[in-house]
């Protein structure tokens, strides 16, 4: 832990991907609104990650870093242009004059925001791919024990001198939903939420097992699926052996509608993904299946829980050496989900495993 007497009046986080990320990285903000309770606190981000925080209370500034237009003027050859911008980003973040600067994203498109900001303090979380070379100080993400959601950011907050307290990660309290009135009226007020998609194949779930779960749930609570827009043609897929009181919402909601329909559901059940992240964060019922990752094992919350069946191969990330058979994931059975959501809900649900 370090302290630093110098005054804290502007601090600029950087995390600009990805949704998951942005959603375990929040409750730095509590931390530091803490520690330095007068600060004015600017978070950079890409726009398509933007709404996990807009909004938020304890955020006085968004900064958008349009990462992919600047890949394709590149590619496209409009250097000028690419210049232009990326020059007068660097002109933005020097004239806010920050009195701290952290780079939670770890990488060189990342720290070179907090180089370009000429903070009195600069700090990288894990920094590497050489921006740790344009830090002052670099923390180990490393140091808090127990495999706990958002430890590398609890280590930052103790290094940092914040108080941790429960380390609890929030999403904005209000939310732009201005399609929240229909898909309420088609989701009603007793709902479950399935979360299958997220980046890499194997981290996902089967279908057939998603299939098999909604089947075992009972009739009269229905699920929405939720998922991007790049989802959307599997979960036409997945839908087409869905039992009818399941709701596709994939593609057909912005990120702070899907919040809200997490906000007010019955509970999460979900792979490796953002969107499963986000059940925890709104302390509902969320069972995180996990494989070929592990982000964390301890959530923090006692009605929240990952399942996981370890492997000598697992976790395997993003190399994944069984042939594309995912026994990681193929181990978690339909049946074992059911009576872990049962356990997780103390016998509330009522659930009924068919054979």
Same mark, same amino acid.
């Given at each position: 832990?370090?302290?630093?007497?110098?005054?804290v009046?502007?601090?600029?986080?950087?995390r600009?991907? =990805?949704?998951?990320? !942005?959603?375990?990285?929040?409750?730095?903000?509590?931390?530091?609104?803490?520690?330095?309770?007068?600060?004015?606190?600017?978070?950079?981000?890409?726009?398509?990650?933007?709404?996990?925080?807009?909004?938020?209370?304890?955020?006085?500034?968004?900064?958008?870093?349009?990462?992919? #237009? &600047? +890949?394709? /003027?590149?590619? =496209?050859?409009?250097?000028?242009?690419?210049?232009?911008?990326?020059?007068?980003?660097?002109?933005?973040?020097?004239a806010?004059?920050? /009195?701290?600067?952290?780079?939670?994203?770890?990488?060189?498109?990342?720290?070179?925001?907090?180089?370009?900001?000429?903070?009195?303090?600069? !700090?990288?979380?894990?920094s590497?791919?050489?921006?740790?070379?344009?830090?002052?100080?670099?923390?180990?993400?490393?140091?808090?024990?127990?495999?706990?959601?958002?430890?590398?950011?609890?280590?930052?907050?103790?290094?940092?001198?914040?108080? !941790?307290g429960?380390?609890?990660? *929030?999403?904005?309290?209000?939310?732009?939903?201005?399609?929240?009135?229909t898909?309420?009226?088609?989701?009603?007020?007793?709902? $479950?939420?399935?979360?299958?998609?997220?980046?890499?194949?194997?981290?996902? &779930?089967?279908?057939?097992? &998603?299939? @098999?779960?909604?089947?075992?749930?009972?009739?009269?609570?229905?699920? @929405?699926?939720?998922?991007?827009?790049?989802d959307?043609?599997?979960?036409?897929? $997945?839908?087409?052996?869905?039992?009818? *009181?399941?709701?596709?919402?994939?593609?057909?909601?912005?990120?702070?509608?899907?919040?809200?329909?997490?906000? *007010?559901? #019955?509970? +999460?059940?979900?792979?490796?993904?953002?969107?499963? *992240?986000?059940?925890?964060? %709104?302390?509902?019922?969320t069972?995180a299946?996990?494989?070929?990752?592990?982000?964390?094992?301890?959530?923090?919350?006692?009605?929240?829980?990952?399942?996981?069946?370890?492997?000598?191969?697992?976790?395997?990330?993003?190399?994944?050496?069984?042939?594309?058979?995912?026994?990681?994931?193929?181990?978690?059975?339909?049946? &074992? +989900?059911?009576? %872990?959501?049962?356990?997780?809900?103390?016998?509330?649900?009522? !659930?009924?495993?068919?054979?």
């Amino acid at each position: 832990m370090t302290h630093s007497n110098t005054p804290v009046e502007k601090i600029l986080l950087v995390r600009m991907s =990805a949704m998951g990320d !942005i959603v375990m990285a929040s409750p730095l903000l509590k931390a530091l609104k803490n520690r330095y309770p007068d600060a004015k606190i600017s978070w950079a981000v890409q726009p398509e990650f933007a709404d996990v925080i807009r909004g938020h209370e304890l955020l006085d500034e968004l900064i958008i870093i349009p990462k992919s #237009q &600047w +890949v394709q /003027d590149f590619k =496209a050859l409009r250097w000028f242009k690419l210049w232009r911008e990326l020059r007068q980003m660097k002109q933005r973040l020097r004239a806010a004059n920050y /009195d701290l600067a952290i780079d939670l994203q770890s990488l060189a498109k990342s720290g070179v925001l907090v180089k370009w900001s000429q903070a009195k303090r600069k !700090i990288g979380l894990n920094s590497r791919e050489g921006s740790q070379k344009w830090m002052d100080e670099v923390v180990d993400g490393n140091l808090v024990k127990g495999d706990l959601i958002s430890s590398e950011y609890q280590a930052m907050a103790h290094y940092l001198g914040c108080s !941790i307290g429960s380390f609890s990660m *929030h999403l904005p309290a209000n939310l732009d939903t201005p399609n929240w009135k229909t898909i309420r009226a088609e989701l009603g007020s007793d709902y $479950l939420v399935f979360c299958p998609f997220t980046t890499r194949p194997q981290k996902h &779930w089967f279908d057939e097992n &998603w299939q @098999a779960l909604a089947q075992c749930l009972p009739v009269n609570q229905k699920i @929405a699926i939720l998922g991007g827009p790049g989802d959307k043609l599997a979960a036409e897929v $997945l839908m087409q052996s869905m039992p009818a *009181h399941v709701i596709n919402l994939v593609g057909k909601t912005r990120i702070q509608e899907a919040i809200a329909v997490i906000r *007010h559901s #019955q509970g +999460v059940i979900g792979v490796d993904t953002g969107l499963t *992240h986000m059940g925890i964060a %709104e302390n509902k019922p969320t069972l995180a299946l996990f494989g070929s990752t592990l982000p964390y094992v301890n959530t923090r919350r006692d009605n929240a829980k990952v399942l996981y069946h370890k492997l000598d191969c697992s976790p395997c990330r993003r190399n994944p050496i069984c042939d594309g058979r995912f026994d990681c994931m193929r181990a978690l059975t339909p049946e &074992w +989900v059911v009576q %872990e959501w049962q356990r997780l809900n103390q016998g509330v649900a009522h !659930i009924e495993v068919l054979s």
